[in-house]
């Protein structure tokens, strides 16, 4: 356990000087956009966050059939700390792009794909999380969440090509394979968001691993309950 | 838990956000200029342009006029310029507006008391600095992250001192 700590230790240590580069990147280092002025800013957020809770319910998919076929419980607590993991980064996601969509847009959400997609996928995280929450321990349980976790992972490709494939207003990927390699995203721009990119993937990392151990701390503790006949508490 | 954090996250978003609105007309000259999206196109009979509305990144909705010499100038998606005056292009004119109000593409409109004296692509220069939007984001982000962390940490506190509690508990009691 105490190694798994150490090892959480230096991981927030590179995260934050990641995350301190980043910041320093975003508001010293890179040139203001000249169509969208100081307000573009705000993309080196909202796409590694994006990124962020595609990734996770990525892990979440392919964990929970891990899970499946070995009966591992690592795997299963590796899916439910990338889907929790995955809500918060997924409700920032949210946030950060409407407020970004609001001064260029003038509008704080529309109906396209795009968004809709990402909505989804921030529903399916939630139901997800209430499933496994309030239905009965068990191998049932276990497939449906895995089901879910599935459709979630289908539905991020749908996210990350869907402003190629219905061009709206929302702006085409910028990383990436559906990207155009002549994109204003170059040199400044482009380092800006694959730093930012790998800062918060680490800091996904970071939080994922930390609730992976307090999910072990409770599977801990219902064992010790379970041992002394006390009551298990849900989760 | 998970709904506290939500919860969390969507009154801070909401908080932010009454700080986060900004004023988007200056005056240059006797001219005014405003930035923002088109939201509304009118004709007459003829299918040519009267009026346009938009909307700036303050929510507040402003019409305009149009007369003979409003000039125009333009961008199709594809970054073509499109230049005209409403004397020879007033119907072509209502299909680029309509095109930058379904790709929500940003104008910059010139105009004096109310009478629009150019329509083009936002210009660069004049670009509201929206720096309230940007504080928001980067305010919720953070204590977004740190209130989950945070509460990770107190949480692993609590659990730990549990379990070290209850092996204490049947330490003391194979002892007895």
Known sequence: ?235 | MITRAIALLALTAIALSLFAGSGTASAQGGSQKTSGTVVGVATDENGALTRLAIADSGGNIIEFSVEPSTEYGLETQAGDRWVSTQASGSVEVVSRLRDHQDRFAPVTVTSENGVALSVVERESGKLETNLGFLFAVFAITWAGFFAYIFFLSRKQRVLQREVALLRASIDSTNDD
Not at chain 1, 206 to 224: G, K, P, Q, S
Request: proline letters at 5%; zero cysteines.
């Open chain 1, 1 to 235: 356990m105490s190694g798994i700590f150490r090892a959480s230790n230096l991981l927030l240590i590179i995260t934050t000087g990641l995350m301190a580069l980043t910041l320093w990147m975003i508001f010293f280092w890179v040139p203001t956009e000249s169509n969208q002025g100081n307000i573009q800013r705000i993309l080196y957020i909202h796409v590694p966050v994006a990124w962020g809770s595609m990734l996770a319910i990525m892990f979440v998919a392919a964990a929970s059939i891990i899970y499946l076929r070995t009966k591992n419980e690592v795997w299963d607590r590796i899916a439910v700390a990338t889907a929790e993991t995955g809500v918060v980064f997924g409700a920032l996601m949210l946030i950060t792009g409407m407020v970004w969509a609001r001064p260029v847009w003038g509008v704080w959400w529309t109906g396209e794909a795009k968004l809709t997609t990402a909505l989804i996928l921030f529903f399916i995280y939630i139901a997800y999380l209430m499933f496994r929450a309030y239905f009965p321990p068990g191998a049932q349980r276990q497939r449906l969440a895995a089901i879910i976790g599935f459709i979630g992972a289908v539905d991020s490709p749908i996210i990350y090509y869907a402003a190629n494939l219905w061009s709206q207003a929302h702006p085409p990927a910028v990383i990436g394979p559906s990207a155009d390699g002549d994109s204003a995203f170059s040199s400044e721009f482009g380092m800006t968001l694959m730093v930012a990119t790998l800062a918060f993937t680490m800091l996904f990392i970071y939080i994922a691993w930390e609730r992976f151990a307090i999910r072990e701390t409770e599977d801990a503790l219902v064992e010790i309950k379970r041992t002394i006949g006390e009551p298990e508490p849900a989760h």
